[in-house]
């Protein structure tokens, strides 16, 4: 089993910046593949980034591509989403998710893909 806890979130003015952050729990959390979600309201949650066991690989959604930032700190089970020039349609709940996978390269994308979920941070943009 493995718990993650997502921190961060909050209130920020379009153009802005955040730095989310997904602590785990889980003594081998080296060896799971980590990624981003988030949901806005009347939305289906949508893949948001993902890197891969050994962070060497990253993935991300072409709505945040150049703007997201996803790394892990495999030392500190840590996984971290900074959020650069934030704009209003960037307005929803974050989920940080955990899934195992057989190689330090992979990266999962899709939602079925992933066995564990934190509890969600609200981002809310402003214009």
């Known amino acids: 089993q493995v718990q993650l806890v997502e921190s961060g979130g909050g209130l920020v003015q379009a153009g802005g910046s955040l730095r989310l952050s997904c602590a785990a729990s889980?003594?081998?959390?080296?060896?799971?593949?980590m990624g981003w979600f988030r949901q806005a309201p009347g939305k289906e949650r949508e893949f948001v980034a993902a890197?891969?066991?050994?962070?060497?690989?990253?993935y991300y959604a072409d709505s945040v591509k150049g703007r997201f930032t996803i790394s892990r700190g495999n030392a500190k089970n840590t996984v971290t989403l900074q959020m650069n020039s934030l704009k209003p349609e960037d307005t929803a709940v974050y989920y940080c998710?955990?899934?195992?996978?057989?190689?330090?390269?992979?990266?999962?994308?899709?939602?079925?893909?992933?066995?564990?979920w934190g509890q969600g941070t609200q981002v809310t943009v402003s214009s």
């Open positions: 998710a955990a899934g195992q996978t057989n190689g330090p390269r992979v990266i999962l994308t899709t939602f079925g893909e992933y066995d564990y």
């Open positions: 889980r003594r081998t959390f080296s060896s799971y593949a």
């Open positions: 890197v891969s066991w050994s962070g060497g690989r990253t």
